[in-house]
């Protein structure tokens, strides 16, 4: 696939791409550190939470994609996973598929790779008869909420948060 000045193709991730992978994830934790004082620094957590996550790709029959470059360079990942909703969805909602990470290196941004991984994704659950595709994003990070927007996604829920100690929140306006 090919994108704005950059070539590179979507696979599946395979275990020597971990490396790769683990600066993708700590350049992502870190760019959410800048939008939420709760989020972990990156070097306390970025290993943990990443075996966390290929847990959940096992559990739950999930993938993981990359974007690599022509030079063997990780651009971009997705991880995709399946979710239940509750009892009370219709019935063919119950079962949808999640977009629980993704990132592109910020040096690769704006050059359809994100995009790329997304549609990937898309493929993935339309061909298993899915109905509905969800990912998560944090308020303040209008960047991804605009990506995500233009992509075809609409709001669905909001998490409302209080704090009850002295944490200082981030003004957000949607």
Not at 79 to 84: G, I, T, V
Not at 125 to 151: E, H, I, P, T
Request: net charge negative; aromatic share 10%.
């Amino acid at each position: 696939m090919a994108g704005t000045e950059v070539s590179y193709e979507i696979r599946q991730a395979v275990a020597a791409d971990k490396p790769q992978l683990l600066r993708l994830y700590a350049e992502l934790q870190a760019y959410e550190c800048a939008l939420h004082p709760n989020r972990a620094a990156p070097d306390e957590i970025t290993e943990t939470h990443w075996a966390f996550l290929e847990d959940l790709v096992v559990k739950q029959d999930g993938k993981i994609w990359v974007a690599e470059s022509s030079g063997g360079e990780i651009l971009g990942f997705l991880l995709a996973l399946f979710e239940d909703g509750e009892p009370y969805l219709i019935k063919p909602d119950r079962r949808y598929g999640y977009v629980s990470d993704i990132a592109v290196s910020e040096k690769m941004r704006g050059k359809g790779i994100g995009q790329a991984l997304m549609d990937t994704a898309e493929i993935h659950f339309r061909k298993l008869g899915l109905s509905q595709m969800c990912v998560g994003v944090m308020c303040a990070n209008k960047a991804g909420r605009d990506f995500y927007m233009s992509g075809g996604f609409r709001p669905y829920e909001m998490t409302y948060e209080k704090r009850l100690d002295d944490l200082s929140l981030p003004e957000v306006t949607l």
